[in-house]
């Protein structure tokens, strides 16, 4: 079965400072990864997605992630954090092997100090 | 616009009563999920249809039921046999197989 970890609970920076959220999953064969933000009491948003080809994929808002199937991991990161950045933040993952589920971490809440 | 709608947005339910959540969506997708969340807990599924008239449990389908009988619709019954319903729901659909999942804005069900 696959399954997600994100290590941190919750994280606090600066605006303006680099940021990176980490993402380890399992699973046997090549997987679908994914990355949402959900602000309070809303939705989530597709933030980037990567199925294949190039390890590192943009997303929106100025956010990217780079897949190392080395080290199962698929950290989303962002070079420069404004303050509208805070909200929750998941990481998913999906396979064939499971119907396509989307299995999620329990999610890292992003503080931004001013 | 292209979206999905759940309604309503705050639900409260007494004791031993059933409730139905709606889940609506408009961008023609094959594949519609249910998912609940509890603070730290992340999202975890519920049930989800790939096809109208079909669907599958999740991982936590013990006191929830569910029908697909249109494509646009997958509406979501809490039964009095989920001891802790408390909880923010999400219903997210998508074009099916690997493809990303677009979110709804969420139900927030209170048992008083």
């Not at chain 2, 004791?15 to 889940?23: D, F």
């Not at chain 2, 319903?85 to 493809?99: H, I, K, M, N």
Request: one cysteine or more; proline letters at 4%; charged letters at 20%.
């Amino acid at each position: 079965a696959q399954s997600v970890t994100q290590p941190d609970i919750h994280i606090t920076v600066s605006e303006g400072a680099s940021l990176e959220l980490r993402c380890n999953y399992s699973y046997g064969a090549t997987p679908y990864l994914f990355w949402y933000v959900q602000s309070p009491g809303q939705g989530l948003q597709l933030l980037l997605k990567y199925f294949s080809g190039d390890t590192l994929v943009q997303g929106i808002k100025g956010f990217e992630a780079e897949f190392k199937r080395s080290q199962s991991s698929f950290n989303l990161r962002k070079p420069s954090v404004h303050w509208s950045d805070a909200a929750e933040y998941f990481c998913a993952v999906g396979a064939a092997g499971s119907n396509y589920k989307l299995t999620f971490g329990k999610g890292t809440l992003l503080t931004v100090n001013p | 616009d292209g979206g999905i709608t759940q309604s309503p947005k705050y639900l409260f339910r007494k004791e031993g009563q059933n409730v139905t959540l709606s889940c609506e969506q408009n961008l023609n997708h094959d594949a519609m999920y249910w998912y609940r969340q509890d603070p730290g807990q992340g999202l975890r599924l519920i049930y989800y249809s790939q096809i109208v008239n079909d669907f599958q449990k999740g991982d936590i389908a013990e006191g929830y039921s569910v029908s697909r009988e249109k494509k646009e619709s997958f509406p979501l019954t809490v039964t009095s046999a989920q001891k802790n319903p408390t909880a923010f729901y999400l219903c997210a659909s998508s074009l099916g197989g690997a493809r990303e999942a677009f979110f709804g804005q969420g139900t927030r069900l209170t048992v008083v």
